[in-house]
């Protein structure tokens, strides 16, 4: 059905009822429009972007692209006009969250301040997506490269290739293992083990919500220091109690069965914010007392957890994009100077807060 939404779209900026720079309906305009889920509408015009036909502004809305105007651009024209700046890329797998937002924010503030342009690319967390947008960058002639990797369970081959031919890259969110690249990303570890310790030692059993893989380094080192926290208290790690559908349609309506069909269950710890609202909503529908009943703590402190009697931990989501840049400078004077951050986070209840020290490798 995305497909039909598509085609629909292309016709009317084809037929010159959509503009250059026109906005597009909104997922929710093109749900109730086609009568399909708002996934369905946002995957239609997740397409659009991919095919660089449509562009996204934070806030603002999709809008027509002309992205003939970027690639025809001559590279060595650029260099040598004082008009523009030299550009760097940065591939994100999406721009819809308070984080990422805030990532791109202080990116875009802290390349200019260096003199340089920034050509934004989002990967719609698929890494074939990923590799064109990379493909897309250095044939437009960046000089170098900062990347949020997608959540996926393979390399991108297009990484491996850049670090083997010394282009200067900076991953934010996330190391890879075995790469030597630079880096700029939170204490997973620590801010798991300690958000975790915020919940109740008297829960039978606390559920872990997450996205269905976990061999990103982000969940891996997130459910190291979960992991270790229960274990401290004595509460037993049982993964078939574990949520992994957050980003079925019916999410909810999954996770209160899950939740019905193990009463012991009293708490879950929640991998982003996303899974959190899930969660949240899940305990709702069951009419159970926060924090009295069941407790919620929950990576990651989005707009809207933050109105909710949960814990939450939050990013440094500036300082990540601050360091990204300054990593990505050194690398643009020594191709060989490469260096990990990795930044403290921050523990929430209401007024409550925790904080962890800084770190670099």
Do not use: C
Not at 317 to 341: C, F, M, P, W
Request: aromatic residues 8%; proline residues 4%; charged residues 25%.
């Amino acid at each position: 059905m995305y497909q039909q939404i598509k085609t629909y779209l292309e016709e009317k900026i084809e037929g010159g009822v959509y503009e250059t720079h026109d906005r597009l309906p909104s997922e929710a305009e093109l749900a109730k429009q086609f009568k399909v889920s708002r996934i369905t509408a946002k995957n239609a015009i997740n397409k659009l972007v991919e095919d660089e036909k449509a562009y996204r502004i934070p806030g603002k809305g999709t809008f027509v692209d002309e992205p003939s105007k970027i690639v025809q651009v001559n590279q060595k024209k650029v260099e040598n006009d004082y008009a523009y700046p030299p550009f760097i890329g940065l591939i994100m797998p999406e721009v819809i969250e308070e984080h990422s937002a805030k990532i791109l924010s202080s990116i875009e503030n802290a390349a200019t301040d260096i003199g340089y342009g920034l050509i934004l690319r989002q990967s719609n967390h698929q890494i074939d997506v990923e590799k064109k947008a990379i493909r897309s960058l250095l044939q437009m002639g960046v000089k170098g490269l900062i990347v949020f990797p997608v959540d996926d369970q393979l390399y991108n081959e297009e990484l491996l290739r850049l670090k083997l031919d010394h282009f200067p890259l900076v991953l934010i969110d996330r190391y890879l293992k075995g790469i030597k690249a630079s880096a700029v990303y939170s204490d997973n570890v620590q801010g798991a083990y300690q958000l975790t310790k915020m919940l109740r030692p008297d829960h039978k059993q606390v559920s872990l919500f997450t996205v269905p893989h976990f061999e990103t380094t982000t969940i891996l080192d997130r459910m190291k220091g979960f992991e270790q926290a229960l274990d401290e208290v004595g509460i037993s790690i049982n993964r078939s109690n574990w949520f992994t559908d957050i980003l079925h349609e019916e999410a909810v309506d999954k996770a209160v069965t899950l939740l019905q069909t193990n009463p012991d269950i009293t708490g879950i710890f929640a991998m982003n914010a996303f899974a959190g609202k899930i969660a949240y909503q899940a305990v709702q529908q069951l009419d159970k007392q926060l924090p009295r009943e069941f407790s919620i703590a929950s990576f990651d402190q989005e707009r809207e957890l933050k109105r909710y009697p949960i814990f939450t931990a939050k990013q440094n989501s500036t300082q990540i994009g601050k360091e990204a840049v300054r990593l990505l400078q050194s690398q643009l004077k020594d191709k060989n100077d490469i260096h990990q951050i990795v930044l403290p986070v921050k523990i929430y209840f209401q007024t409550n807060e925790v904080k962890l020290e800084t770190s670099e490798l």
